[in-house]
């Protein structure tokens, strides 16, 4: 089966940094994807990692371990228009579904 | 270049009725990923589509629910016989074919059909 674990909430404060944890287990893999949504809204795409590292956008940047079936998503400097829902997602390799989480909704306080 | 359109935005049948969700992928995208969410939940899978294709339908429920994508037109989402259970958040995303050569294959989302059932 395909499996997709991140945590339910997340509060933070503004200006700080917050890390957004995803693992998963998965029948193949080709590729992890980071959303935002916001409530009522569409998912926008953050952030795409297929090989292990780091990359870096922005205020906004995504980790990616293979072998461990772990990613993490980093917000800098948080301002309150962060405030939303961010879904982690894998791409099947075998036929290029695209699988997600369940989200973290993720509150910024004053 | 416009984005994925879905329409209508807000949707309501009464229970029995057929509920027809449209969408048009990106240009150029031949990809289509039909999803459901309901409220404070995330995004589960339904049916991936390519044109007159379907690639996995293995998130659809076996009855009432069917989904298309012509060769010429939208996709199509379509559910016979709508249910209370059936009120959800309908997005359709689009992607480009496997193997062309980008940097990533997002999948861009349009802004979603909300369906009621009353």
């Known amino acids: 089966g395909q499996n997709i674990d991140q945590p339910t909430e997340m509060t933070a404060t503004e200006g700080a940094i917050v890390q957004i944890n995803c693992t998963y287990q998965t029948s193949g893999f080709n590729g992890l994807f980071w959303y935002q949504q916001h409530a009522g809204e569409a998912p926008t795409f953050l952030s795409y990692?297929?090989?292990?590292g780091l990359e870096e956008k922005g205020r906004f940047s995504s980790f990616l371990s293979r072998s461990k079936g772990y990613s993490y998503l980093l917000l800098k400097e948080l301002q309150m228009k962060d405030s939303a829902s961010y879904l982690c997602a894998v791409r099947v390799n075998r036929d290029d579904k695209i699988i997600f989480g369940k989200g973290t909704r993720l509150h910024i306080l004053p | 270049n416009a984005g994925v359109m879905q329409n209508p935005r807000h949707l309501v049948r009464r229970r029995g009725q057929e509920a027809r969700l449209r969408c048009s992928p990106m240009k150029g995208h031949s990809h289509v990923y039909w999803y459901r969410q309901l409220p404070e939940e995330g995004l589960k899978f339904m049916v991936y589509l390519q044109k007159e294709n379907i690639i996995d339908e293995s998130g659809m429920p076996k009855e009432r629910f069917s989904a298309e994508f012509p060769k010429e037109g939208p996709s199509i989402l379509r559910i016979q016989q709508v249910v209370r259970g059936d009120s959800a958040a309908y997005f359709c995303?689009?992607?480009?074919?496997?193997?062309?050569?980008?940097?990533?294959?997002?999948?861009?989302f349009g802004q979603g059909t909300r369906l009621t059932v009353v």
């Open positions: 995303a689009s992607s480009l074919e496997r193997g062309v050569p980008l940097a990533n294959t997002e999948a861009f």
């Open positions: 990692n297929v090989l292990d």
